[in-house]
């Protein structure tokens, strides 16, 4: 019996020391900003070179690195970052420069929003302003909150129930403090146990949804006609709720491979206010609501809607330029383009920043179509207009030579003094040494007739490609028909591309040019 009580002292003498470091309160470190960070912009991989970025919903991402300095004390610790990018994904999220590592990341989602604020107050005492639009009196008085967010507000005050902005009158909730667990900035937390007291330099990098990017092209057509200056910017776009301050910039050219990512969204959303037919409030409710009717129609005065303050204050997209050129960069098989200087990532904004300017680039100006032949018509068709195509070769010894992301062509040309807009096409990453081609409009003066006459057998086509502007046009047709079929004896030699008959020819001013074939079964 000594022995087994000998041996239970020692195992409490053990066991204690152990139970109280346990029971020790964990501290909580709180980081407020970054000392410094980078930001990593990656294209939204769904969009096409044609299609702008949509500013409502901005499918591509970020890579954003910060460096922060915090004193740690020992024992376990809550590290709070705040102030990171509201679409973080917190499964990307990597901490390094902590001394003992990481145990946890969690991203708190318990963001100080109107809603959140309003449910953390649901059961609990406000103050309510009003303020009279005619007379400008501000009246206070104590309310309680008895609906969430999403059930249209209900106040009860000392004269009965009521709507919140639902008087006629301009009203505010004035809440005495912010709930404990709200946070006014997204925030990334993590815990980990230091054994020494130390003051650390962390390293946070994580991907981010919520950005985009795309190239915008700018041409100037010469004079005569035959080359272009061609100007290109950066466009920058941060639809997240967190600004990027002095941040270290860069695009990437390409699509990598990246899934979906399930994440969860932070607490808010907007308010649903709700408003009852009259007769089926309380008293005070319909006596507000009418003496705010009168004071309006005694000053004029129309009477304020209920959203309209929630839709005047909704986030709009700022633009802002500045010129400094991005350097070029390999990242691997894609390409890197970083902004020499420090910028400003503003939150719900756009920024531009020049990317290259080259001048007196050649391009050929061609007039093109494709025909599909199989059906055409016997009777007689219409003259059709031809599309305007500006080719350019991406070669050094042309003016370019350097990689071009997708992106936004603009055109224009000089003419009586002004700049006037040809057109506007898309276009697709391009390596250098490829051909570049933009679609800018049609012609209403270089048009096309097509002619046929025959049976399902064998059918003869006549094309007429007429020009009625006073300089020779370059045309390129394509002909298309099913692949059971076939074309024979052609008035004119054609060449193949990207497997379809082309007939290339030089149409003279004010003239025209005519191909006959026939299209046959096998």
Same mark, same amino acid.
């Given at each position: ?15 204690a020391p152990? %139970?109280a ?11 407020e ?8 912009? #990656? ?10 970025m949509n500013?409502n #919903? ?10 922060r300095t ?8 809550d590290?709070r ?21 990481v ?25 309510i302003?009003?303020t009279?639009?005619?007379t400008?009196?501000v009246? *206070?008085?104590?309310?309680?909150i008895?609906t969430?967010a ?6 009860q ?9 639902c008087?006629?009158l301009?009203?505010?909730i004035?809440y005495?403090?912010?709930p404990?667990?709200?946070s006014?900035?997204?925030t990334l ?6 054994t ?9 990098s994580?991907?981010?949804?919520g ?5 915008? #092209?700018?041409?100037? %057509?010469s004079?005569?006609g ?11 776009a941060?639809?997240d709720?967190?600004s990027?301050i ?17 994440i969860q969204p ?32 005694f ?9 309209a303050?929630?839709?005047?204050a ?8 500045k ?7 390999d990242l691997?098989?894609?390409?890197l #383009?970083? @902004?020499?200087?420090?910028v400003t990532?503003a ?8 990317m290259f ?9 061609i007039?093109?179509a494709?025909?599909w ?8 068709q ?5 599309? @305007? ?6 070669e ?14 603009v055109v224009?040309k000089?003419?009586?003094? *002004?700049?006037i807009?040809?057109? *506007? ?6 390596a250098i040494?490829?051909?570049?081609? /933009?679609?800018?409009g049609?012609?209403?003066? /270089? ?5 046929a006459a025959g049976n ?15 300089r ?6 394509t002909?298309d ?10 008035s ?7 497997g ?5 020819v030089? /149409? ?14 096998q």
């Open positions: 019996m000594m022995m087994r009580a000998l041996f239970a002292f020692l195992l409490l003498t053990v066991v152990a %139970i470091q346990s029971d020790e309160p964990r501290q909580t470190v709180t980081s900003t970054p000392s410094s960070v980078s930001v990593t912009v #990656y294209r939204n991989p769904q969009r096409s070179g044609d299609q702008g500013l #919903y901005l499918g591509g991402y970020a890579l954003i690195t910060e460096e915090v004193t740690l004390p020992a024992g376990e610790i590290l970052f705040e102030g990171v990018a509201g679409g973080i994904i917190p499964q990307s999220a990597i901490v390094t420069g902590l001394p003992d590592g145990i946890e990341k969690n991203r708190d989602a318990a963001l100080l929003s109107p809603s959140a604020l309003l449910n953390g107050y649901l059961g609990r005492d406000v103050t302003r009003r009279s639009a005619a400008g009196e009246q *206070e008085f104590d309310a309680r008895r969430d999403s059930g249209g507000v209900v106040l005050t000392a004269e009965g129930f009521e709507a919140l902005q008087t006629g301009n009203e505010t004035i005495p403090a912010i404990e667990g709200l006014a900035k997204p937390s993590v815990k980990s146990r230091v020494t007291p130390t003051r650390a330099t962390i390293t946070l994580y991907l981010a949804t950005f985009d990017w795309q190239a915008n #092209y700018v041409a100037d %057509i004079a005569d035959e080359t272009m200056n061609l100007f290109s910017w950066v466009t920058l941060n639809g709720e967190t990027f002095n941040a270290r910039t860069q695009t990437v050219a390409g699509q990598p491979n990246k899934g979906r990512d399930n932070p607490s808010g959303g907007s308010i649903a206010l709700r408003c009852w037919p009259q007769g089926t409030t309380s008293d005070i409710m319909v006596r507000n609501f009418e003496r705010g009717r009168a004071e309006a129609r000053s004029g005065a129309p009477m304020p809607a209920p959203m303050a929630m839709e005047a909704s986030d709009r997209i700022t633009l802002t330029a010129r400094v050129e991005a350097e070029q960069e691997g098989d894609l390409k #383009y970083r @902004i020499p200087v420090p990532v939150a719900q904004s756009q920024k531009q920043v020049a300017e080259k001048t007196a680039v050649p391009f050929t100006k007039h093109e494709q025909i032949t199989g059906n055409a018509p016997a009777d007689h219409e003259a059709l207009p031809l599309d @305007i195509l500006l080719r350019l070769q991406n050094k010894r042309d003016g370019l030579g350097l990689p071009l992301p997708a992106g936004k062509m224009f000089a003419a009586g003094g *002004e700049r807009l040809l057109g *506007e096409d898309g276009l697709d990453d391009k040494g490829e051909e570049v081609e /933009v679609t800018i049609q012609s209403p003066l /270089v048009r096309y007739q097509l002619k399902n057998d064998a059918r003869d086509f006549v094309l007429t490609v007429t020009n009625a502007s006073g020779t046009a370059q045309v390129e047709v002909l028909y099913e692949d059971n079929r076939k074309l024979r004896k052609a004119e030699k054609l060449r193949r591309k990207d379809k008959d082309l007939w290339k030089t /149409v003279p001013a004010n003239g025209e040019r005519v191909l006959t074939y026939r299209v046959v079964g």
